[in-house]
């Protein structure tokens, strides 16, 4: 997948505000060493110095463009290329931080149990993930994929991301390994100007990416014109144009 910083950033203030949620949740006190793992353009990044200002962070995230705009935004801070199945950093680490990006990783099992393994004594692994694969925003990305004359070149995109397990598999799973676990489900709602068109935006930042991509110029219009109209169905214009975008996310902080 291609990811544009400048793209995501159109919507910081929404996309931050969950990673801000997180952090306040993190019981760790003492923080001399932590891990922005999908550190995006540094905006969670930005969180975890603001908040442990003499621990030592690092990020590490699989896109250039996202790396290039993490560095250039916290340019003392340790920035590292690279996928979080991959990342092999022992530690052991009093904090691995991840806004939004494990939904986008298979084999939750096998990735969780890996991470809290190199948390300290007391440490926390904190992440949050979109639990909207089933919202309108994604049904209508499919539905988009499923009608269009190039619907073959779409088939893997559907297939991008799958729906997230359930509150009780994450719980039974991380018990054994942590002291505590703190789970919850929150839903927002962000106010969006410019109706379905500021949909098409925020998500063209992160879900639709796998639908843009195999497609040309030409066969992404025509896409996003038929994704519009099923966004249409959905989501209804406010008396001020605006329209209420819902977004479920599952928060997960466990504790060694």
């Not at 760790?28 to 540094?42: E, M, Q």
């Not at 530690?91 to 986008?104: I, R, S, T």
């Amino acid at each position: 997948m291609t990811w544009s910083s400048q793209q995501y950033l159109k919507f910081e203030d929404e996309r931050t505000r969950p990673a801000h949620d997180l952090l306040q949740a993190v019981p760790t006190l003492r923080v001399t060493c932590a891990a922005d793992l999908g550190c995006g353009p540094g905006n969670s990044t930005e969180l975890l110095v603001e908040h442990y200002p003499d621990a030592t962070v690092v990020g590490i995230d699989n896109s250039p463009d996202m790396i290039e705009a993490a560095q250039k935004r916290l340019p003392y801070i340790k920035f590292r290329l690279g996928s979080i199945e991959e990342w092999n950093e022992p530690g052991p680490w009093d904090l691995l931080f991840a806004n939004a990006v494990f939904q986008w990783i298979g084999h939750h099992d096998i990735l969780l149990k890996r991470l809290t393994e190199r948390l300290a004594q007391g440490g926390s692994l904190a992440f949050q993930m979109p639990d909207n694969v089933n919202e309108p925003t994604h049904v209508a990305m499919r539905e988009a994929a499923r009608a269009a004359p190039f619907a073959a070149k779409l088939r893997k995109a559907a297939k991008a991301r799958k729906a997230l397990e359930g509150v009780d598999w994450y719980y039974t799973l991380l018990k054994p390994l942590v002291s505590h676990v703190d789970i919850w489900k929150t839903t927002y709602y962000h106010p969006l100007a410019g109706g379905v068109d500021a949909i098409v935006e925020w998500v063209r930042g992160t879900g639709l990416i796998p639908f843009l991509k195999p497609l040309s110029e030409e066969e992404q219009a025509v896409y996003l014109a038929a994704y519009r109209e099923e966004l249409a169905k959905a989501y209804k214009p406010l008396d001020d144009g605006a329209v209420i975008l819902p977004f479920p996310r599952l928060f997960v902080v466990a504790t060694r």
